[in-house]
């Protein structure tokens, strides 16, 4: 049975940080979204097949493709599996039970009711992430609740709901505060005025408390897949939404939100700002954007050749990955910081960096990072680059990924991490202690990769 693991596959992951899987080694590879796929409570499930050495082995199958534990979503099916016809009626069943307690409208409805109350009375339920209505709290008497749920804590939604940390699934890594502010000011300088905020629920909550002032005229759309932001956004501000298959839970009337969103009247300029779990499957996500991306296509009657501008917030070493998928997009050297991620802080020397970059299809030149921060413009290069980041001439270019100086080796003819060292047996540049992989897998022989002497087919000859 497959399921398990869904190796996410990006290359060059840093030393000391949980990178993503290597890809090769044997996992998972996405197939995509199949048009009769069938459905977990997430929405249509995505197709898959275990993989080794880079090829296709065994039985295709269908699993949940929001969640990687199977502990959080178990479907599975295999895609020449016969489903009986009440088999189909309880899964039915079952992803009807799923759904969340109450339904959007229901939640606004409460909300609604919910303000009306005095501070004394405004209880959040901590065990279910949930605000109470009076009558309610008989039901949660035995759990533990916040009182006195101030206006100020309704707007920010993000402080007062518990961080979803589980690695797999959720992984709510919120931006740190200045980093959020950043992205605001550089979207506001940029002449944006809406905002498509998917799995950015700290960056929407920024605009919409901003939104109550006067001369504030950003709005933001939140498309998520907590539904426990459901209880302080209507139905114009948050859609429960799943990235990875783009489904949005609630039917043709939340799509239709988010097309009304995307469309530009009145010279509105949009974009979209996303920072998916990075332990996503990167195909399944550029699949679901390239959507967003043509549906405010269609909404242009206009200029045919634009393509909706985006800021894409994910690790450096997924690089490769983004530009297969999007080569317009480019990678701009800022940090992105967590506040609830120990690794991911901004740190003053060394490691401890945050590996969390911006890829944009903006003009990299446009993208003003603050000189405050070390950030400096390089002139050949059109575009900011981190203070360690040094212009090189024989590459023609700032060729650091992770904001420390790189070296150039002129072996590889490449720019390399200052830790590497060129290794004659791999032909390479690695680590010091770096055990020679390469070699042990070639053939000596041959010298070919997928075998070893013992087993080399031109010896049989012999
Ligand atoms: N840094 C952002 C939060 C990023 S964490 C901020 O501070 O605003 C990733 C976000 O993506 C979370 O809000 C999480 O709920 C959301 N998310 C996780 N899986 C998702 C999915 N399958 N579809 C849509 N959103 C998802
Ligand atoms: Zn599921
Ligand atoms: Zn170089
Ligand atoms: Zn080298
Ligand atoms: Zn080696």
Not at 1 to 20: I, R, V
Not at 138 to 161: G, M, R, W, Y
Not at 289 to 316: G, S
Request: charged share 25%; proline share 5%.
């Amino acid at each position: 049975e497959g399921g398990g693991n869904m190796a996410a596959s990006g290359e060059g992951a840093p030393e000391g940080l949980c990178g993503p899987e290597r890809p090769g080694a044997g996992g998972l590879a996405l197939l995509g979204l199949a048009p009769s796929a069938p459905s977990c409570p997430h929405g249509p499930a995505l197709l898959f097949v275990k993989t080794s050495q880079g090829k296709e082995e065994g039985r295709r199958f269908y699993a949940c493709s929001a969640c990687r534990d199977r502990k959080d979503c178990n479907f599975f099916q295999w895609e020449d599996e016969k489903v009986s016809e009440t088999r189909l009626a309880a899964r039915e069943e079952y992803n009807r039970n799923h759904q969340p307690p109450f339904t959007h409208r229901q939640n606004v409805e409460r909300y609604k009711n919910f303000v009306l109350l005095p501070l004394s009375k405004r209880r959040f339920c901590q065990q279910c992430q949930q605000l109470l209505l009076p009558a309610e709290w008989e039901k949660h008497s035995d759990h533990q609740f916040l009182c006195d749920i101030s206006t100020a804590q309704l707007k920010s939604p993000s402080q007062l709901l518990y961080p979803l940390e589980n690695k797999k699934t959720n992984a709510q890594y919120l931006f740190a505060g200045r980093s959020c502010q950043f992205l605001l000011d550089l979207i506001i300088d940029l002449g944006f005025r809406r905002v498509l905020s998917v799995g950015t629920p700290r960056l929407h909550e920024m605009i919409q408390s901003k939104a109550s002032q006067e001369d504030f005229r950003v709005r933001s759309l939140l498309l998520d897949i907590d539904f426990r932001y459901s209880q302080f956004y209507t139905e114009d501000e948050f859609c429960h939404y799943n990235m990875f298959n783009h489904y949005f839970f609630g039917g043709e009337a939340a799509r239709e939100t988010c097309r009304k969103f995307l469309y530009q009247g009145s010279g509105e300029r949009v974009i979209m700002v996303t920072d998916p779990p990075f332990g996503g499957l990167v195909e399944a996500l550029a699949s679901s954007f390239k959507k967003l991306m043509a549906m405010w296509k269609e909404t242009e009657k206009e200029d045919h050749n634009q393509e909706m501008p985006v800021f894409w917030i994910f690790p450096y070493f997924f690089e490769s990955r983004i530009l297969e998928f999007f080569p317009s997009f480019s990678m701009m050297d800022y940090q992105v910081d967590y506040d609830n991620h120990a690794l991911y802080k901004h740190g003053k020397t060394g490691r401890r960096q945050s590996p969390v970059r911006i890829f944009t299809n903006l003009t990299p030149s446009m993208i003003v990072l603050p000189v405050e921060e070390g950030y400096r413009f390089c002139a050949v290069c059109q575009r900011y680059v981190s203070s360690g980041n040094q212009h090189c001439e024989i590459c023609n270019s700032c060729t650091s990924k992770d904001g420390r100086r790189w070296k150039h080796c002129v072996l590889c003819k490449k720019c390399v991490k200052p830790s590497w060292f060129h290794c004659n047996n791999c032909n390479c540049c690695a680590l010091q202690n770096h055990t020679c992989e390469k070699t042990d897998a070639v053939c000596f022989v041959c010298g070919k990769a997928d075998h070893k002497r013992s087993t080399c087919p031109s010896l049989s000859h012999t």
